[in-house]
């Protein structure tokens, strides 16, 4: 009687247990696929840290929030720089300063400037992609795919359901690609907001790792980047507007008549675009402006 009523018990508890574990489990795996994922991003300007907290959209712009995180995952952005600093928005994820073919912050802010190898990153010794979330191909068969992604915007054919989106204020943090709409080569891209695929324009799906953070006070609509973060609370607020300040300071300090120096006929080489590259302009910081690090904190 005894025995049986050990067995009986024991097996109640492994039900219960096993009840626990599966709920465990779900609750793990909706964690993974949260709405809101959020992450953080330590940038530094002249040896003081300012650290940004974003949460991330992903129930409306899944693929875009998809390819950052897993390029945050990899460590991609550490120890890179803003590069590109504009009127209303600040230019970051492509590059860094190198010396002797080492990240090296010492570095001459305009000589030692060096793209980030995001092809080495992305892709296999075969030249295969290796991204998990692949929504871009060469072809409309789509047997060759590329390391592109699909830009979640209005003019790609991209809508969301009783929802208008988000758009650019204070802080906002947005997909950013150099590739002009002279580029009209079509692509093939896996349709986020509808259930298929289609084709468009290579400069609407180019994007590959850079991103930028909107520093105006004045709200603004999106049209040509997918903005798919916000600040996450008040402190970060205050942390970007601290290093702004910061670096108005060391301006006004230096009597410059700018932040930046024009870096000129930059070279982005792009085997999608006509000539296998094209060049920009940039407005590089006088004083480097440090992405330490990004990190996903809440998946």
């Known amino acids: 009687m005894i025995k049986t009523l050990g067995g009986k018990v024991a097996k109640v508890l492994s039900v219960a247990i096993a009840a626990v574990l599966l ?28 650290n940004l907290r974003y949460q991330l959209y992903r129930n409306l712009y899944s693929q875009t929030v998809a390819h950052y995180i897993e390029l945050i995952d990899l460590g991609y952005y550490d120890n890179t ?10 230019v970051g994820g492509g ?10 912050m010492s570095g001459d802010v305009l000589d030692d ?26 072809d409309s068969e789509r047997m060759v795919a590329t390391n592109r992604l699909h830009g979640e915007i209005a003019s790609n054919g991209f809508s969301i359901d009783n929802d208008t989106g988000l758009s650019n204020t204070f802080g906002a943090l947005g997909t ?5 709409n002279k580029e009209k ?20 799906n180019s994007t590959t790792s850079m991103f930028y953070i909107y520093t105006s006070t004045s709200a603004a609509s999106a049209s040509n980047f997918c903005v798919f973060g916000k600040l996450a609370d008040t402190d970060s607020e205050t ?5 702004l ?10 009597e410059l008549d700018s932040f930046t120096d024009s870096k000129q006929d930059v070279v982005i080489r792009d085997e999608f675009v006509d000539g296998g590259s094209y060049t920009v302009d940039f407005s590089v910081p006088i004083e480097k402006v440090i992405i330490e690090e990004m990190r996903v904190v809440k998946y």
């Open 23 to 50: 709920f465990g489990c779900t609750f793990l795996f909706t964690a993974c696929e949260s709405k809101r994922p959020e992450i953080t991003v330590r940038i530094s300007f002249r040896g003081e840290e300012y």
């Open 81 to 90: 720089v803003i590069h590109d600093y504009q009127g209303d928005r600040i």
């Open 95 to 104: 590059y860094t300063y190198m010396v002797d073919g080492n990240v090296d």
């Open 113 to 138: 400037l060096t793209a980030l190898d995001y092809d080495g990153a992305t892709k296999d010794a075969d030249g295969n992609v290796t991204l998990s979330d692949i929504t871009v191909w060469k």
């Open 176 to 180: 950013y690609s150099y590739v002009s």
């Open 185 to 204: 080569t079509l692509v093939t891209y896996k349709q986020s907001s509808r259930d298929g695929y289609a084709s468009s324009e290579y400069y609407k």
């Open 239 to 243: 942390a970007l507007n601290d290093l």
């Open 245 to 254: 300040t910061a670096i108005s300071e060391y301006q006004t300090e230096l």
